[in-house]
């Protein structure tokens, strides 16, 4: 019996290797043309569908683990994206993001997009620092690209079923075939999730709160007349419902009572300790969110140049109802409605030669209209019932007592060039230049707390600028690469919507960095590093003066530190990674008064970190594979750690998330045929409370500190089929 074991277990592990003896080679488009991953002279983290399978990432803020120097923030229905302590503090519809955001090349305008859900991608391309000349306005921080599997030849099909606790469900698949042999290819995907809350509402007959119930789908044709054509027609559809994103007040309701709702909140019941348990008024929490869009990519080779146009539609439709008090006391509720359309039209041309010059020219246009309704109200016991705040009709079940009604409308050009030249087989200078031009107008309506009625007015404003980047690398090796570049970005101003208010500035940046690529051992380690300084200007911060909030420029910032990313693969059936970031990012000039101290003077709050940048995150993980004669078993983990976190610019130990850490662990069966698999995973296994984002409240109108969470402890099984 013992011989007739150690037979089976000798032939079990005797199958034969599946695995690739080296590393993955990544090709990614972020500099607008196909080039792997390690021979472009930018920091860019590239992540292919095995490497986002095997992590378990199906979002960004899954994903801020995977890319040094990014910190992930959640702000109600609006994304907070931060890279190298650049991002944004301006999430209404006059304001634009610091790191753009794209799917399948089109810029995302709306900061809401940020949340699409990853499925059916080839890769996701994360470049780091200022794109001012290729990528243009708003990418300041940098680029987030997802990259869609697109239609291929042969016929394929998979299905995948997902069950976890807080009662997730998901279901999605693809299915991939030809229409005209060669000529016509079809690929369709989608996605159903449903999960309840993980906020726990203590009212009775209230729901759960960041609860999951969206639907995601995606069409893709690609026809292809000839070799040298082909145009590729990508649609998608998606939903949001609900009862929407969840925030917990933290400690007690204010005390001694506000000065406006002493009555409401006194009768309100007491806060709930624990941090994942809420109370807001029953049965009005909503969610009703919508995307929908089309984009026509062409590419024709005119030989000695490629021609690319990228023509797209996009509608983000955003409805919510939410309890903002954050108690069970009827005191008063939020009403946000956006619906935005944006157009947009970019043509580049490219050189395809061999020789010494590499060249790029393009144009780029965007128009974007929002109609926007922000209001508060409530159910006819809160704040209406109080006679110094007078309520209007603006055609909401309820009575609204502030707020505004907007329709904005902004118009982007951009023309831009980049040209790299070989001295040698080994050394290339790169030079690129870019003007854009951003105008931004709103018509509003909008009311104040203690107004009797509403005013219109019109504001609007223009910014334009010029970026450039120079650079050059030189390859040492074949597998090793030297870079350094000086390069620009910019960010449009923008407005609030409020009477008497002044326009805020453009954000600029200049930015110098160097850095390594290289491969070793016979391409079984990936070692990349990168550092980088930034003078940062005029950065567009929110804080609150006379009971208003406001948008204001903060004088200087400078921003410097350091990025490693670790890939081995020291056998064939072992794989880690490591990444390490370094971000020293601070004031060097700025003046401000603290909105928490009413009439003190201004703080000179030079030296303090820039909001949301942790001065140092690392990450580590590891990935062991089995191979059996009926299949292989991959067992896989991610440990995560990150420094504390200020959400303000004056460094508030209560505004603070101080350092944590967080593991992730996974275990898959592929069998041998590659047509079926099984996995199972955990993720957060601390499930320690983890701020996303925290907000500090206004206890004159009795509103309290608020904090949204990172999610909990989580666990999955899944399990899916390849058709082929």
């Known amino acids: 019996p013992k011989a007739a074991l150690s037979s089976m277990v000798v032939a079990l592990m005797a199958a034969p290797t599946q695995a690739q003896m080296v590393l993955e080679e990544v090709i990614v488009t972020a500099q607008k043309r196909s080039e792997s991953v390690q021979e472009i002279p930018l920091a860019v983290t590239a992540l292919s569908a095995d490497m986002l399978d095997e992590r378990g990432i199906t979002d960004i803020a899954s994903m801020a683990a995977s890319v040094p120097g990014l910190h992930f923030g959640q702000s109600g229905n609006n994304t907070r994206i931060t890279i190298r302590g650049i991002g944004t503090e301006q ?64 016929f394929g099909a998979q299905i995948e079923g997902q069950l976890g606790d807080y009662d997730q469900q998901r279901m999605r698949g693809f299915l991939n075939m030809p229409l005209i042999d060669q000529k016509l290819l079809m690929r369709v995907s989608g996605q159903y999730q449903e999960r309840d809350g993980y906020y726990e509402n203590k009212t009775p007959g209230a729901d759960d709160l960041t609860d999951e119930d969206s639907v995601n789908l995606r069409g893709q044709f690609l026809y292809m007349p000839t070799g040298d054509f082909d145009a590729l027609l990508n649609v998608n559809y998606s939903t949001q419902k609900g009862a929407g994103y969840g925030v917990k007040a933290l400690g007690p309701y204010p005390e001694p009572p506000p000065i406006f709702v002493p009555v409401k909140l006194l009768s309100a019941t007491p806060n709930p300790d624990d941090e994942w348990d809420i109370r807001t008024n029953g049965g009005i929490a909503d969610r009703d969110n919508e995307r929908q869009g089309a984009y026509l990519t062409i590419n024709w080779d005119l030989g000695a140049v490629a021609l690319k146009s990228i023509s797209a539609w996009q509608e983000n439709d955003v409805d919510t109802l939410r309890d903002v008090d954050l108690s069970d006391a009827d005191i008063f509720n939020e009403t946000s409605q956006q619906d935005s359309t944006q157009y947009s ?39 209406s019932t109080y006679p110094f ?18 329709t904005t409308e902004v118009d982007s050009f951009g023309a831009f060039g980049q040209a790299s030249y070989l001295i040698s087989d080994d050394l290339k200078l790169t030079a690129g230049l870019r003007y854009s031009k951003d105008e931004k107008e709103s018509d509003v309506f909008r009311k104040e707390f203690t107004a009797s009625e509403g005013v219109n007015f019109k504001k609007d404003d223009d910014w334009d600028h010029v970026t450039w980047k120079l650079g050059a690398d030189w390859f040492v090796t074949e597998e090793s690469m030297l870079y350094a570049s000086v390069s620009t970005g910019f960010k449009s101003g923008g407005f609030l919507q ?25 391409n079984r380690l990936q070692a990349n590093v990168s550092a980088y300084y930034y003078e940062y200007d005029d950065m567009q911060l929110r804080t609150i003066r006379d009971l208003a909030s406001v948008v204001e420029n903060a004088g200087e910032s400078e921003i410097k530190g350091i990025e490693l990313e670790l890939t081995g693969r020291p ?24 909105p928490q101290i009413p009439g ?125």
């Open 571 to 594: 056998t064939d059936a072992l794989e880690l990674g490591a990444n390490f970031a370094y971000t020293d990012a601070e004031f060097t000039d700025y003046f401000n008064d603290d």
């Open 389 to 406: 705040f007078p309520t209007i009709d603006v055609g909401l079940p309820y009575e609204t007592y502030f707020g505004n009604r907007s």
């Open 600 to 724: 003190r003077e201004l703080e000179d709050l030079s030296g303090n970190p820039l909001p949301r940048s942790p001065d140092f995150t690392v990450s580590l993980t590891a990935a062991y594979t089995w191979y059996l004669n009926f299949g292989s078993v991959t067992a896989s983990t991610e440990y995560y750690w990150a420094d504390e976190v200020y959400f303000d610019a004056f460094k508030r130990d209560d505004y603070t998330q101080d350092s944590y850490h967080r593991t992730n662990a996974r275990v898959i069966f592929n069998s041998a045929d590659d047509t079926w698999y099984v996995a199972a995973a955990v993720s957060n296994i601390e499930d320690d409370e983890v701020a996303s984002q925290i907000a500090l409240g206004d206890a004159t109108l009795g509103t309290v500190d608020n904090a949204q969470w990172q999610s909990p402890r989580s666990y999955t099984l899944t399990a899916g089929y390849y058709f082929q």
């Open 498 to 522: 409020t009477v008497g208010s002044e326009p805020y500035d453009e954000e600029t940046i200049i930015a110098y960095e160097i850095g390594s690529k290289n491969r070793f051992f016979e």
């Open 91 to 154: 999430t209404t519809v006059t304001g634009d993001p610091g790191v753009a955001f794209h799917i399948d090349g089109v810029y995302q305008a709306r900061s809401s997009a940020g949340n699409a859900l990853f499925f059916d991608l080839a890769r996701v391309e994360v470049v780091r620092g200022p794109q001012g000349t290729l990528y243009g306005r708003n990418a300041t921080g940098g680029s987030i690209n997802l990259i869609s599997n697109p239609p291929v030849e042969e």
């Open 345 to 383: 039209q970019e043509l580049h041309l490219t050189s395809t030669g061999t020789g010494p010059w590499e060249w790029l020219v393009g144009l780029y246009y965007l128009n974007e209209e929002t109609d926007a309704d922000f209001w508060y109200t409530d159910m006819g016991e809160g704040l």
